[in-house]
Nanobody, 124 residues
Framework: VQLVESGGGLVQAGGSLRLSCVAAGNIFKINPMGWFRQAPGKERELVAVISSGDSAYYADSAEGRFTISRDNAKNTLNLQMNSLKPEDTAMYYC???????????????????WGQGTQVTVSS
């Protein structure tokens, strides 16, 4: 399975960005998917995850501002980010899991496939 992210960039605080991730390969194995991020000098953290049944779970920092969605027909995972803050600056990674779960999977150790990442920079 290959995951390719796009949509990152530089935006002013209060602005919006939409990240996309396209999956290719043995995608039939994919169930939960998610977005994680890593800022310089910090550990990678959860942003939002979604089950194969479209149930979503958000980190507190993303709740109310970000929306995760998936289009299984197009093998695409999206993250709409609104009201961006400088502290949202990070490399954002798309991830996919082969775990059979009807609920979102928050533990990043359960994710088997990772994209290369797309940089999001929010200026103040």
């Amino acid at each position: 399975v290959q995951l390719v992210e796009s949509g990152g960039g530089l935006v002013q605080a209060g602005g919006s960005l939409r990240l996309s991730c396209v999956a290719a390969g043995n995608i039939f194995k994919i169930n939960p998917m998610g977005w994680f991020r890593q800022a310089p000098g910090k550990e990678r953290e959860l942003v939002a995850v979604i089950s194969s049944g479209d149930s979503a779970y958000y980190a507190d920092s993303a709740e109310g501002r970000f929306t995760i969605s998936r289009d299984n027909a197009k093998n695409t995972l999206n993250l709409q980010m609104n009201s961006l803050k400088p502290e949202d600056t990070a490399m954002y990674y798309c991830a996919a899991s082969t775990v059979h779960s009807i609920v979102p999977v928050a533990n990043q150790n359960e994710y088997d496939y990772w994209g290369q990442g797309t940089q999001v920079t929010v200026s103040s």
